[in-house]
């Protein structure tokens, strides 16, 4: 194919045929001949007469151009032109097609399996045997073969929520000479080079690439006591304004979003950071965050346990003394947990009533009858009490002789210091943490030593109680179970009074695995080793959480690695739970960085949106003959055929007489305007009664109905429109209302036969009696007999009253009621089949056909509820005061189930039925 710019030629050698251009303007110069003068006396009897009919001496230039531009035109035409056309020699021998089909290729997925499809079908036509690999899957030497084999395989695949392992792919080609077609990510993986390398070892390489930007979101961070959320581009362009969404569970337990922050790149930034401060009871709930309007695993951030601050409760032996800070018990408490947890300071009977997560004394011995009883009972219920030993609970008689509830252990009378009766010959060092600790892993600084104790009795469960000790064995921190609540003793002050503890980083840390504080962001490989982690919740390539399945709890050791590298096919990327905690595995680590994949010169790069090739030919031949018609016009009036502007006028409309539209086809459909204005977008539709108040508020209620699912829901209804059932066709409409009259005629044959199609094909028909009583259409009401009378012609399938969980009770909106202008009255809609009529066990909703109900029957005057003005007022009361407009909301929702419904079917029925439906597939 000859290319010229962006235009290639089919057939190119009929361009030869322009170099005859300026043989053929002399030879049209030539025609007519120019006369021969003579002089002739007699001529001067013809003077004043008048030559009706002239005739030019020569073809003036410009109608010479003219028909020169049009067997150009022509020529061109026959030429073949395409407009973009892909130019690229055949290939030959077998075909590879590498995609790279990691979470980044999910951006654009759809154009991506476009673009393999037409390699498949580009190979198919030359005869090239091909095989195709997804690089995030294992390596595996693929095979070649047919296209046909590939052709229904392509559309199957689906990218993998992890990035593409491309190193060990290098091992894994296949044997012999091949093309390859890379499609591409765009972004620089680990073996890249190597992977290139080896493909260009065995034949050419072109890549084809997506222009669009890469984005992704990083992990939350604490700050300051907010939440920090960092998001990354690749390529770094111009300024990017983002939204980020806080998403979680409702108190109800429905997901919703809880926040939304804005986050700003600024030009040729990469990064991006905003802090989000939340109130910890609605932070607590957040489950993920996310990028607005970016569906990919890597614009998602799972939340796990290490985001929930916990609301800690201090509470001293008696006030802080002014001036003696550094001797008071929660001041080193406060320094500790106030960057990490809500602090809640006051009286016992206070703080419990604040259902704090843990509470915290500090040297308090002795509690009232009624505060014992309270702190029992809360952590019973799961809380953590943590106590602190000093100078009041080591003069004490609590827990001497027998032990007491709110203490892990007894303890022996007095305590232990440096040079006392029980006394140490120097201070004592910790002992390194026993496997079974809490604070397994941690490494006790050399500098914190203990002065002085409590000592515990020498119980025989003592040992297992003990979960940190001196390096002489005695107990130092020990602990007990109380219900679904702990019991947690220092048997050290909580100042610096008799030990160096808390003046250390060990503090802090001991504190965080008692679960006190927030845990660190992102746990470190000790803390994950020695367990095993179960998956809970798993993410796709797109974002979208699902059920881990089967999948088994994988080791602690290879979850820190996924953790630190990023998820493996192994390892997928989700929340994983612990003995006490859950740990998020997210895409994008704190410190992930982009890079542009830079490909060699020898490698061609293609972008993924290439311009449709467009052929011209019609085109050029519409101009060649548009210009051979100018000719003709021109001609005719060089002649003075053409005596007047009109008569040019009509002679240029008769000539493009061919080109206009067949006439025929405005015949085979006299009401053109109606089927535009109703397919040109959603249109809601009532049927017209001949009342002219009936009608019109009709009109004005799809209006105000429209005008709701406009704000709140994707579907943008037009104008509603008026049908008579009568002569227009009904089936461009998705919904009819039918406000019944009593004087309404019944419908012809003809209508009959439209309605029951229509019926039949999917559309559904809201009848309305407007009088408040259903039982009309058992004749009860003039508007009852009327409906009977209509519905006598009519498909109708068996009705019932719409029992509770049908779906158009959550279609949109969860509903109970169905209220219009009347506030009660029961609704019919299509009846279940009886052998459906149960739902099957463990269902909360019985397994509902998957139609939509073609008609639905009620009294309640919806339209009138609906109704609004051009301004959007609503014209007509219903009920008193709020709640008559509490009443005219549940209308308005009812009617946006009712289009929910009609537009996408029993949708939530086969969501509550997946399980089902799988089991049913897979059998």
Excluded: C
Excluded at 442 to 455: E, F, K, N, S, Y
Excluded at 701 to 707: I, Q
Excluded at 802 to 816: A, E, S
């Amino acid at each position: 194919m000859f290319t010229l710019g962006p235009i290639g030629f089919a057939t190119p050698w009929l361009l030869l045929a322009l170099t005859a251009l300026p043989v053929l303007w002399f030879l049209l110069r030539a025609v007519p001949p120019a006369p021969i003068r003579r002089r002739f006396p007699g001529v001067a009897l013809l003077l004043g007469l008048k030559d009706d009919e002239a005739e030019t001496d020569r073809t003036p230039w410009w109608l010479l151009l003219l028909r020169m531009l049009a067997v150009a035109a022509a020529i061109v035409a026959f030429a073949g032109p395409i407009l973009n056309p892909e130019a690229r020699v055949a290939g030959s021998g077998p075909l590879l097609v590498v995609v790279d089909g990691g979470w980044a290729d999910a951006r654009d997925w759809p154009r991506r399996v476009e673009k393999a499809e037409a390699l498949v079908a580009e190979a198919g036509a030359a005869g090239r045997p091909l095989a195709l690999v997804r690089l995030s899957d294992a390596p595996e030497t693929a095979a070649f073969q047919t296209a046909e084999a590939w052709t229904g395989r392509v559309a199957a695949l689906e990218p993998q929520p992890w990035a593409p392992a491309m190193e060990p792919w290098a091992g894994a080609l296949p044997e012999g000479r091949f093309e390859t077609v890379w499609l591409s990510d765009g972004l620089d993986h680990p073996g890249r080079g190597a992977l290139l390398a080896a493909l260009q070892g065995r034949g050419t390489v072109r890549v084809i690439e997506s222009p669009r930007p890469v984005l992704a979101l990083h992990p939350a961070r604490f700050d300051a006591g907010k939440v920090v959320l960092a998001a990354s581009r690749m390529p770094a362009a111009d300024a990017l304004q983002l939204e980020v969404l806080a998403r979680g569970p409702d108190p109800s337990g429905i997901e919703r979003e809880l926040a939304r922050l804005p986050l700003a790149f600024a030009a040729g930034e990469a990064r991006a950071e905003a802090t989000l401060d939340l109130p910890p009871e609605l932070r607590n709930r957040i489950t993920r965050f996310e990028l607005a309007a970016t569906r990919t695993a890597g614009a998602v951030s799972l939340a796990d346990d290490s985001l929930k601050r916990r609301k800690v409760a201090l509470i001293g032996a008696g006030p802080d003394q002014e001036g003696l800070q550094l001797l008071s018990p929660l001041h080193y408490l406060r320094q500790a947990l106030e960057p990490v947890a809500e602090l809640i300071e006051g009286s016992l009977s206070d703080v419990v009533l604040a259902n704090p997560d843990v509470v915290v004394l500090a040297d308090v011995a002795r509690l009232t009858q009624g505060e014992s009883d309270a702190l029992t009972e809360w952590v019973e219920a799961g809380g953590l009490l943590l106590r602190f030993a000093g100078p009041r609970l080591a003069a004490s008689d609590i827990s001497r002789f027998e032990e007491d509830p709110l203490l892990p252990v007894r303890l022996r009378e007095g305590g232990r210091t440096v040079g006392g009766a029980m006394s140490w010959g120097e201070p004592k060092a910790l002992a390194p943490f026993a496997e079974g600790s809490p604070f397994y892993g941690l490494v006790a600084p050399a500098d914190v030593v203990v002065r002085a104790q409590v000592l515990a009795q020498p119980d025989p469960q003592l040992a297992e109680r003990t979960i940190a000790a001196l390096e002489d064995g005695t107990p130092l921190v020990t602990r007990k179970a109380l219900g679904d609540g702990q019991v947690v003793l220092v048997h050290v002050t909580a100042n610096a009074e008799w030990s160096s503890l808390p003046l250390s980083g060990l503090f802090v840390q001991m504190l965080e695995r008692l679960a006190v504080s927030t845990r660190a962001a992102l746990p470190g490989a000790a803390e994950l080793a020695g367990q095993t982690w179960v998956p809970e919740e798993l993410l796709d390539a797109w974002g979208r959480s699902q059920d881990a399945g089967e999948m088994g709890g994988v080791a602690g050791e290879a979850l820190a690695a996924a953790i630190a590298a990023g998820p493996t096919l192994a390892l997928p990327p989700g929340l994983y739970a612990g003995e006490d905690r859950r740990v998020a595995l997210n895409v994008i680590g704190p410190e992930t960085r982009f890079l542009p994949a830079d490909w060699p010169p020898s490698v061609p790069v293609e972008g993924l949106e290439r311009p449709e090739a467009q052929a011209l030919k019609g085109a050029f031949l519409t101009a060649a003959l548009a210009l051979l018609l100018l000719d003709v016009l021109a001609a005719l009036w060089l002649a003075g055929r053409l005596s007047g502007l009109r008569r040019g006028v009509a002679v240029l409309a008769l000539a493009l007489l061919p080109l206009a539209p067949d006439a025929r086809a405005q015949e085979a459909m006299p009401d053109d305007a109606l089927a535009l204005e109703a397919t040109t977008a959603v249109v809601l539709a009532h049927v017209l009664t001949g009342d002219a108040r009936v009608d019109d508020i009709a009109q004005a209620g799809l209006l105000g109905l429209g005008d709701k699912l406009w704000q709140r829901t994707s579907v943008e209804p037009q104008l509603p429109i008026g049908v008579d059932i009568e002569r227009d066709e009904l089936a461009f409409f998705p919904f009819l209302y039918w406000p019944v009259t009593a004087d309404q005629p019944t419908p012809s044959a003809k209508a009959y036969d439209k309605l029951n199609q229509y019926l039949r094909t999917g559309g559904m028909i809201l009848f309305d009696t407007r009088d408040a009583d259903v039982a009309g259409y058992g004749a009860a009401t003039p508007e009852g007999q009327a409906l009977q009378r209509i519905a006598a012609g009519l498909d109708v399938p068996p009705l019932e009253q719409m029992p509770p969980d049908h779906v158009l009770t959550r279609t949109f909106y969860l509903l109970h009621d169905f209220p219009g202008r009347h506030p009660r009255g029961p609704i019919w809609v299509e009846a279940a089949p009886m052998a459906e009529a149960e739902a099957p066990e463990g269902m909360p909703f019985r397994n509902l056909n998957d139609g939509v109900t073609p008609v639905v029957i009620g009294g309640n005057d919806w339209a009138a509820a609906w109704a609004v003005d051009d301004g959007g007022v609503p014209l007509l009361p219903v009920g008193r005061g709020m709640a008559g407009e509490q009443q005219r909301e549940i209308a308005w929702r009812f009617g946006i189930n009712l289009i929910m419904h009609v537009l996408t079917g029993n949708y939530k029925s086969d969501q509550v039925h997946v399980p089902a439906l799988l089991e049913r597939l897979g059998q």
